[in-house]
């Protein structure tokens, strides 16, 4: 997994990016709690120092140091930078303005900016169970927010983490399509570092203008296992997945995963911190489930009758 994705499968795709978006999922919440005393900025820069290190020692140890050292490195730090640097800090900056779940609501709109991506760079063609398949989950990523009850609102801090979704969206396609002569590891690692030196540099320049966003939260046994689990989980593993399984479905097949988030939060929400179950954003996470099975048609997933009628 770590050194090729030659082999993937379509089934193996998608158990990547599920595992990718439900690791993800679990740092929202640990986020919310790490916000009452850290300041956006700073949590961020420590998150990507302690989500990068272990994928960076990994990658030498997997790869070796010559291809560490002969990366496309101007490439891979500038994707990374722009889009998983700036996008993580306005996804953090967002969900302070907000909540946990505004992240998740956001990332509702990944297929949109997936699918721009590969008609207007691909030509890709938007056949019609694919465009079912888009509806469905868009309806679902309604549902699985909350919004279809009431529960979820749109404000600034939303769209903060929507521009964050689109530079998401970008860099993964850059990362997938743009770096192909690097394996998972190597690829999640070089566009990691460039997101960390991005936002390393924003924090120097807080710190130095000292702008709010730099305070320096509790440092205890509690907070550090969630530094850890929103760091080292929802970070480095979750992006090495993410990276894995995108390489194989593509964009915008690998975003329909992301229409789950809000679900999988809730999920979490219910377990951790006793929330009650939403069966709106259950039905919206079926949806989801739905909608992904209808674009995979063609890799032969589920049985392609459809192909006969011109619909895939």
């Keep these: 997994m770590l050194s090729r994705d030659s082999t993937l499968t379509p089934l193996t795709a998608n158990l990547?990016?599920?595992?990718?978006?439900?690791?993800?999922?679990?740092?929202?919440?640990?986020a919310d709690v790490l916000l009452q005393s850290w300041g956006a900025i700073s949590l961020i820069s420590t998150r990507q120092l302690l989500g990068v290190a272990p994928l960076l020692i990994a990658w030498v140890l997997i790869d070796g140091w010559r291809q560490v050292?002969?990366?496309?490195?101007?490439?891979g730090l500038g994707v990374g930078g722009l889009g998983f640097g700036l996008g993580a800090i306005l996804l953090l900056v967002g969900q302070q303005l907000s909540d946990p779940v505004t992240p998740a609501v956001a990332a509702a709109m990944m297929p949109i900016a997936g699918a721009l991506l590969e008609v207007v760079f691909d030509n890709r063609r938007l056949r019609p169970m694919l465009m079912l398949a888009?509806?469905?989950?868009?309806?679902?990523?309604?549902?699985?927010t909350g919004m279809g009850s009431g529960e979820a609102t749109f404000e600034l801090g939303a769209l903060l983490c929507l521009v964050a979704v689109f530079l998401f969206a970008w860099a993964t396609r850059m990362t997938t399509h743009h770096i192909t002569n690097l394996s998972p590891i190597g690829k999640t690692t070089i566009t990691l570092m460039g997101g960390t030196i991005f936002i390393w540099v924003t924090y120097i320049v807080y710190l130095l203008a000292n702008f709010p966003g730099i305070e320096i939260g509790i440092i205890d046994t509690?907070?550090?296992?969630?530094?850890?689990?929103?760091?080292v989980a929802s970070l480095g593993i979750a992006q090495l997945m993410w990276i894995w399984g995108a390489s194989k479905l593509g964009i915008l097949v690998a975003s329909f995963h992301m229409n789950a988030v809000p679900f999988y939060v809730m999920v979490i929400m219910v377990v951790l911190f006793g929330n009650s179950w939403s069966w709106t954003q259950?039905?919206?996470?079926?949806?989801?489930a739905i909608g992904v099975l209808l674009s995979q048609l063609r890799y032969g997933i589920v049985q392609p009758y459809v192909c006969n009628f011109g619909l895939v």
Aim: with cysteine.
């Design 16 to 30: 990547s990016c599920f595992a990718a978006m439900f690791t993800w999922s679990v740092g929202f919440p640990a």
């Design 222 to 231: 509690h907070n550090i296992i969630l530094l850890l689990i929103f760091s």
């Design 282 to 288: 259950t039905s919206g996470a079926l949806l989801v």
């Design 69 to 75: 050292a002969s990366a496309p490195w101007k490439r």
């Design 134 to 144: 888009i509806i469905l989950v868009l309806l679902g990523g309604y549902l699985a």
